[in-house]
């Protein structure tokens, strides 16, 4: 029994590090983050749906996790498999002169979701995550539902209107004083994989998307080609729970990472390309919101600090582990009958490597 209990403990660490890992800027996947999509979040359809009713309980916050995948099915023996979700609430990303705060408001409490599944191929070693990022049953658009944060000064600002350049001024005459066209929003998007893997550190590509009727559907700072390159460090508190029923679901439970800090002030960014009108005209306002806002953006001028709260619902049975997670979250919706007591787990044993998970090099 210690050493199903071992296992359980040792899995479920590596585990949350390594969804946190890809939940906590973008959830950005490392196995299908070939292609990068552009969806409006707020438009973003639910068609196929998880493939199980809205679970409950400790498993509440996992509604979209591609637990029936048949790629999850083939995760080996006492290897992970799992689903993720993430909650930013709040945080700050500054890259140049650009600060965009992320907050909540009245309407949406939680700004920034994330949900995705994880699986170990055949190739995976003992404890070791060297499986894939299997993005939510509609796709890698519903994987990350980012609602765009408000950036002071609006587009006045970030063009430094008026200007001495004739293009950049006849884009200042078009922003009405008060109008909808004023304000200036920006959203994070994923703009390739995970690299640089370990456990509390990793490298997450992102570019971010200047919302703005009068810059066209394309102005972004960093791209698929050209992103930013974002190394944050993790910290946090870390709580397991035990699903409520271990007979009918064994080697079972949930991970959660409260008050989780992600940060990092090291990264660099590119300038800004494909804003305005279009054509070669988009030249010169890219040029002028660099100017202003002090892009491309050197180490040590930007800054990145995310807070929030993240789920790591994982299974570590010797056979079907899947199946098991699967039928915990239909079984969510019924009166527990028994139930364990969290325990907290410090991050510092990560780090030292008392739980046998020592960074990799």
């Known amino acids: 029994m210690k050493e199903s209990s071992d296992r359980i403990r040792r899995a479920a660490l590596w585990s949350a590090s390594g969804a946190l890992t890809a939940a906590m800027i973008v959830a950005g996947s490392a196995a299908q983050a070939a292609h990068v999509q552009r969806t409006d979040p707020a438009k973003q359809a639910t068609q196929q749906g998880p493939g199980y009713p809205a679970p ?3 498993y509440k916050p996992f509604t979209d996790c591609p637990v029936v995948n048949p790629l999850m099915q083939e995760s080996l023996p006492n290897q992970i498999t799992g689903c993720v979700a993430g909650e930013v609430i709040a945080g700050k990303i500054k890259i140049g002169n650009i600060t965009t705060k992320v907050r909540a408001t009245a309407k949406v409490k939680i700004p920034v979701t994330v949900q995705f599944g994880l699986w170990d ?7 070791q995550f060297t499986g894939g990022v299997l993005p939510p049953p509609d796709g890698l658009a519903s994987q990350l539902v980012s609602f765009p944060q408000h950036i002071p000064g609006g587009l006045n600002g970030a063009l430094g209107c008026p200007s001495t350049n004739k293009t950049v001024q006849k884009l200042c005459s078009e922003i009405p004083s008060s109008a909808k066209n004023r304000p200036l929003y920006a959203s994070a ?5 995970i690299t640089n893997f370990q456990v509390v550190t990793w490298t997450q590509p992102i570019m971010f998307h200047l919302i703005n009727p009068l810059l066209g559907p394309n102005c972004f700072v960093g791209s698929a080609d050209n992103p930013i390159l974002v190394n944050p460090e993790l910290n946090g508190t870390l709580v397991q729970e035990i699903d409520p029923n271990p007979k009918s679901h064994p080697d079972t439970s949930v991970l959660k990472i409260k008050n989780a800090i992600a940060t990092d ?9 494909g804003c305005g009108p279009g054509g070669s005209a988009n030249i010169a306002i890219d040029e002028a919101i660099d100017a202003k ?5 050197a180490s040590g001028n930007n800054v990145l600090t995310l807070q929030g709260t993240f789920f790591l619902a994982d299974c570590f049975a010797p056979h079907n582990q899947a199946k098991i997670l699967l039928s915990a979250f239909k079984a969510s919706d019924s009166p527990a009958t028994a139930r364990v007591s969290a325990r907290r787990i410090s991050f510092a044993s990560l780090r ?7 960074p990799q090099h």
């Open 56 to 58: 409950k309980g400790i």
């Open 265 to 273: 002030s090291t990264f660099t960014a590119p300038g800004a390309t």
């Open 352 to 358: 030292d490597g008392r739980y046998g998970f020592k």
């Open 121 to 127: 191929p055949p190739n995976a070693g003992d404890n």
């Open 189 to 193: 998007e994923s703009a390739g994989p």
């Open 293 to 297: 806002d002090g892009l491309p953006s």
